[in-house]
């Protein structure tokens, strides 16, 4: 079905014609512009998120470009994204990520992003996400998300923490951050459960541990735990840190508010999953409606620049082949 291959790059949908008015566009949502613009996306996105893991891009669904008369452009993207199994401190780079597949239960998020394009700088300027987790293919054995505050689920954490701690000897006593994921599944006769984590390094050791507090600049480290009352294994992974010139890097800086948990996390009820960010527009574009999921058509405030494109050269395409209005949206889906 490659209908795509004859089909100009630039294709004028909608026009607003009368004169002093943006007008609209559309581009393959394949396009390397396309794709471009929803990596940009996509790294912002992670950017603004502080809880849970990493998001990757599944697929482009639609992208629209609004072009004032005097050349300011803005991109309207409909962006689909699955949760990695990267937690979001963890440095490891989006591209290396894997996809958390879907038995695993996977999350997806979709979300309406609005760029500026001003001299070919593309920066997002407002974004709006659902995030949900996928329903399909769940199986019987297969492993089921616990709620966040889940009292067996959390038992694992603290004690797969304490065997952490005991191994590491001497070493700085680390505390629970935050929990990112736990999950129980039944392995005959017992239930299996299984958890994920993110530890931060106190001013602790194991046997000196009065009144811990994380370390200005803490390491970080990601757990996997598994077992139950009957014992546990856990695995934890120390983030690698970067070295500038001699200074350790505080990147990912700590999220505000980092507690340290002695018992009790802190979650949104009800919650199995850590949601991307819902909403952002700091500049009241109102492109984005916080109470509808559309995208409303309000041009946005975007600064007029030379044009960086040549959207207007595909009109006569267009004129004389109407049939070219093949869907060139969604693109492809990079995962499942
Ligand atoms: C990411 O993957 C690329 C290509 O496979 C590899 O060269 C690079 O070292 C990886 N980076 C990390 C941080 O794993
Ligand atoms: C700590 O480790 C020691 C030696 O490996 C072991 O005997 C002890 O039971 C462990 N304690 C905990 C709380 O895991
Ligand atoms: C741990 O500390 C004790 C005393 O506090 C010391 O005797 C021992 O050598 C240390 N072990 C390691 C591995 O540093
Ligand atoms: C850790 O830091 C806190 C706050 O500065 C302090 O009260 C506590 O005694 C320290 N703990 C240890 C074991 O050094
Ligand atoms: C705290 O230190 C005391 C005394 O050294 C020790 O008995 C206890 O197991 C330690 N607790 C933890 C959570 O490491
Ligand atoms: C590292 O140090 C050199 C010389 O002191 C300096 O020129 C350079 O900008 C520094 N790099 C960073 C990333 O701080
Ligand atoms: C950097 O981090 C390492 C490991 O935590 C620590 O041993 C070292 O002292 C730190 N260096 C600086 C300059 O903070
Ligand atoms: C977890 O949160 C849900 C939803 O708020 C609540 O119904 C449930 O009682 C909580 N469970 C625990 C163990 O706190
Ligand atoms: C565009 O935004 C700037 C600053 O955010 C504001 O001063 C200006 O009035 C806005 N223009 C329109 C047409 O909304
Ligand atoms: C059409 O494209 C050509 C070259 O790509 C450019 O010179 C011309 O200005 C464009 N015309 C419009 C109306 O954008």
């Not at 992208?63 to 689909?80: H, N, R």
């Not at 490891?92 to 894997?98: G, H, L, S």
């Not at 200074?247 to 009800?270: M, Q, Y």
């Given at each position: 079905?490659?209908?795509?291959?004859?089909?100009?790059?630039?294709?004028?949908?909608?026009?607003?014609?009368?004169?002093?008015?943006?007008?609209?566009?559309?581009?393959?949502?394949?396009?390397?512009?396309?794709?471009?613009?929803?990596?940009?996306?996509?790294?912002?996105?992670?950017?603004?998120?502080?809880?849970?893991?990493?998001?990757a891009?599944n697929?482009?669904?639609?992208?629209?470009?609004?072009?004032?008369?005097?050349?300011?452009?803005?991109?309207?993207?409909?962006?689909?994204l699955l949760e990695?199994?990267?937690?979001?401190?963890?440095?490891?780079?989006?591209?290396?990520?894997?996809v958390?597949?879907?038995?695993?239960?996977?999350?997806e998020?979709?979300?309406?992003?609005?760029?500026?394009?001003?001299?070919?700088?593309?920066?997002?300027?407002?974004?709006?996400?659902?995030?949900?987790?996928?329903?399909?293919?769940?199986?019987?054995?297969?492993?089921?998300?616990?709620?966040?505050?889940?009292?067996?689920?959390?038992?694992?954490?603290?004690?797969?923490?304490?065997?952490?701690?005991?191994?590491?000897?001497?070493?700085?006593?680390?505390?629970?951050?935050?929990?990112?994921?736990?999950?129980?599944?039944?392995?005959?006769?017992?239930?299996?459960?299984?958890?994920?984590?993110?530890?931060?390094?106190?001013?602790?050791?194991?046997?000196?541990?009065?009144?811990?507090?994380?370390?200005?600049?803490?390491?970080?480290?990601?757990?996997?735990?598994?077992?139950?009352?009957?014992?546990?294994?856990?695995?934890?992974?120390?983030?690698?840190?970067?070295?500038?010139?001699?200074?350790?890097?505080?990147?990912?800086?700590?999220?505000?508010?980092?507690?340290?948990?002695?018992?009790?996390?802190?979650?949104?009820?009800?919650?199995?999953?850590?949601?991307?960010?819902?909403?952002?527009?700091?500049?009241?574009?109102?492109?984005?409606?916080?109470?509808?999921?559309?995208?409303?058509?309000?041009?946005?405030?975007?600064?007029?620049?030379?044009?960086?494109?040549?959207?207007?050269?595909?009109?006569?395409?267009?004129?004389?082949?109407?049939?070219?209005?093949?869907?060139?949206?969604?693109?492809?889906?990079?995962h499942?």
């Open positions: 079905m490659n209908l795509l291959g004859a089909v100009p790059v630039w294709v004028l949908l909608v026009g607003a014609w009368a004169q002093g008015l943006p007008s609209v566009s559309h581009l393959p949502c394949d396009s390397p512009e396309a794709e471009a613009a929803a990596l940009v996306a996509q790294d912002y996105l992670n950017a603004q998120h502080t809880h849970g893991y990493k998001y891009l697929q482009i669904e639609e992208i629209k470009i609004i072009t004032t008369p005097g050349g300011g452009e803005a991109y309207l993207m409909d962006l689909e990695t199994t990267c937690h979001v401190l963890d440095p490891t780079p989006v591209a290396n990520c894997t958390r597949s879907k038995y695993l239960t996977s999350v998020a979709d979300c309406d992003v609005v760029l500026s394009n001003v001299g070919g700088v593309l920066s997002v300027t407002s974004f709006k996400c659902k995030t949900e987790e996928s329903t399909e293919d769940i199986c019987l054995g297969c492993p089921m998300l616990l709620l966040l505050n889940d009292t067996a689920g959390l038992a694992l954490v603290s004690a797969s923490l304490a065997s952490f701690n005991n191994k590491t000897g001497n070493e700085s006593l680390f505390v629970l951050e935050e929990v990112g994921r736990m999950t129980s599944k039944v392995v005959s006769p017992k239930l299996l459960y299984q958890a994920e984590y993110i530890i931060t390094e106190t001013n602790c050791t194991i046997e000196n541990n009065n009144s811990c507090v994380p370390l200005p600049t803490p390491q970080r480290g990601f757990c996997q735990a598994q077992g139950g009352s009957f014992g546990n294994t856990v695995d934890c992974m120390i983030f690698v840190r970067k070295t500038v010139n001699g200074t350790n890097d505080t990147v990912p800086a700590p999220p505000p508010g980092v507690h340290v948990h002695k018992g009790n996390l802190l979650v949104k009820p009800g919650l199995r999953h850590h949601k991307l960010t819902s909403f952002h527009d700091p500049d009241s574009s109102g492109i984005l409606s916080a109470e509808s999921h559309e995208v409303v058509p309000v041009f946005p405030n975007v600064t007029d620049v030379p044009a960086t494109t040549n959207a207007l050269n595909a009109t006569d395409s267009l004129a004389v082949q109407p049939t070219l209005l093949v869907p060139l949206c969604p693109g492809k889906v990079i499942f």
